[in-house]
């Protein structure tokens, strides 16, 4: 009984090496319906599982000239449908990763973008608070944290001690940090 099925198997891949699509019919109606049930199996849905199974018999078509007779096509079908089931969970990961990607991508985006509302609001509250300074504490607290001057730097260009500067923005510092304090206590 073997030994016909394999003989059948080889007549029927010599038939479909010679472009006989009634072979081909007669091999799709012989594997497709258990092909379709091993392959949904794996994938748990139809319309995916229908997918493969006529992407495993378009390759048998287009592939058949390097058929090997010898080899049975149960074995050769049930090969061909693993690497396509194999394919489609590489490109399910592919996808599952991109969409990852976008959407931590898409995350960093936003967060980027409410840190720097967050950094100008509060850049404008502290400005806010710097105009209510003496105009000498606003223009030390400007030379240092906007100009970048270190304090030596700033005394020498004010006509004041190197103490008297670093007193100045100690108290405009503490002074910012008093009325950040109260502004969120306020919010809350």
């Known amino acids: 009984m073997r030994q016909g099925f394999l003989h059948n198997d080889a007549v029927l891949t010599r ?13 799709f109606n012989n594997f497709s319906r258990r092909l379709y049930c091993f392959t949904l199996g794996y994938v748990h849905s139809q319309a ?3 997918e493969i199974i006529q992407n495993v018999f378009i ?29 489609y969970f590489k ?3 592919v996808r599952r990763n991109y969409k990852e990607r976008v959407m931590l991508e898409g995350s960093e985006a936003d967060l980027e973008v409410e840190q720097s509302i967050l950094a100008n609001d509060l850049e404008e509250t502290v400005n806010r608070f710097i105009e209510d300074l003496p105009l000498r504490q606003q223009i030390i ?14 005394a020498q ?5 190197i103490r008297a500067v670093e007193n100045h ?9 008093e009325k950040l304090q109260e502004e969120s206590l306020l919010a809350e």
């Open 15 to 27: 038939r479909l090496k010679e472009n006989d699509k009634s072979a081909f019919e007669l091999i």
């Open 48 to 50: 995916e599982a229908e």
């Open 59 to 87: 390759s048998l078509w287009e592939n058949r000239d390097m058929l090997n007779e010898a080899f049975p096509l149960q074995n050769y079908l049930y090969k061909v449908t693993i690497n396509h089931i194999y394919n």
């Open 91 to 93: 490109q399910q990961s």
């Open 141 to 154: 607290y400007r030379l240092s944290r906007m100009e970048g001057l270190c304090h030596a730097e700033i």
């Open 157 to 161: 260009r004010m006509g004041l001690s």
């Open 169 to 177: 923005i100690y108290r405009t510092l503490k002074y910012i940090r």
